[in-house]
């Protein structure tokens, strides 16, 4: 098992050195990915865990007209239905009932929660974009590899052109093999986002019934 480990990581050195000095962009790229793809999977994975039970949690609590106990579990809670539901909860606290205000105070929380939950997603764009296109760069630069071979040697053989055509081969297979993966997992981030989006417009809704309650009560 440990020789065929060895043997494993034997090959890929060997496929990353003939795949020449585009490797290393390819590389950089797929770290890049990596590290946005951990960051994104344990914040988006944390933030849905959470909301689902908070929205149903909060919700009960405002129907037993425990406003500061709703506030307290939205303070321990992290994510950004929470914060919604804080900005607009507090401002409900404070007296303040104004809808306009409440709408904006919600309406910019969001805004900076949606900016948080999109960080990080126009990396895995550009790198999904870039990889196959620096393979395809790759491609091209062990094509003109293998006809200058031709060229120098005024003759086609195979041994001539089999450098160059491997480096074009590994390079594209580099780029599609990091483009194809962190592809899928930037529309999975997308799907995920769009349903704390929802979330999100639920948790504002709450806060929207809960002035609407507490001023028609003040009006009777």
Same mark, same amino acid.
């Given at each position: 098992m440990d020789n065929q480990g060895a043997?494993?990581?034997?090959?890929? =050195?060997?496929?990353?050195?003939?795949?020449? @000095?585009? /490797? &290393?962009? +390819? %590389?950089?790229?797929? =770290?890049?990915?990596?590290?946005?793809?951990? @960051?994104? /999977? &344990?914040? +988006? %994975?944390?933030?849905?865990?959470?909301?689902?039970?908070?929205l149903r949690e909060v919700e009960g609590l405002l129907q037993a007209n425990k406003l500061t106990e709703a506030i307290r579990?939205?303070?321990?809670?992290?994510?950004?239905v929470a914060a919604i539901l804080l900005s607009g909860l507090r401002r409900v606290q404070d007296d303040d009932l104004s809808s306009n205000d409440v709408e904006k105070a919600v309406?910019?929380?969001?805004?900076?929660?949606?900016?948080?939950?999109?960080?990080?997603?126009?990396?895995?764009?550009?790198?999904?974009?870039?990889?196959?296109?620096?393979?395809?760069?790759?491609?091209?630069?062990?094509?003109?590899?293998?006809?200058?071979?031709?060229?120098?040697?005024?003759?086609?053989?195979?041994?001539?052109?089999a450098g160059g055509i491997k480096v074009a081969l590994i390079t594209t297979a580099a780029g599609l093999i990091i483009a194809v993966p962190v592809n899928i997992l930037y529309n999975y981030f997308v799907t995920r986002i769009d349903k704390l989006i929802v979330d999100m417009e639920e948790g504002a809704g709450q806060v929207s019934n809960l002035i609407w309650d507490l001023t028609a009560a003040r009006s009777k």
């Open positions: 043997e494993i990581r034997f090959t890929l =050195l060997n496929m990353f050195h003939d795949g020449g @000095a585009f /490797m &290393y962009p +390819l %590389v950089l790229c797929s =770290l890049f990915a990596l590290g946005v793809v951990i @960051a994104k /999977m &344990y914040a +988006l %994975v944390s933030a849905r865990r959470a909301s689902k039970g908070l579990r939205c303070e321990e809670t992290p994510g950004p309406k910019t929380t969001g805004t900076i929660e949606l900016g948080f939950l999109e960080r990080g997603l126009p990396i895995l764009a550009t790198v999904s974009n870039v990889a196959p296109l620096l393979g395809f760069l790759g491609t091209v630069a062990g094509m003109i590899q293998a006809f200058d071979a031709i060229a120098r040697a005024g003759q086609v053989e195979a041994s001539l052109v």
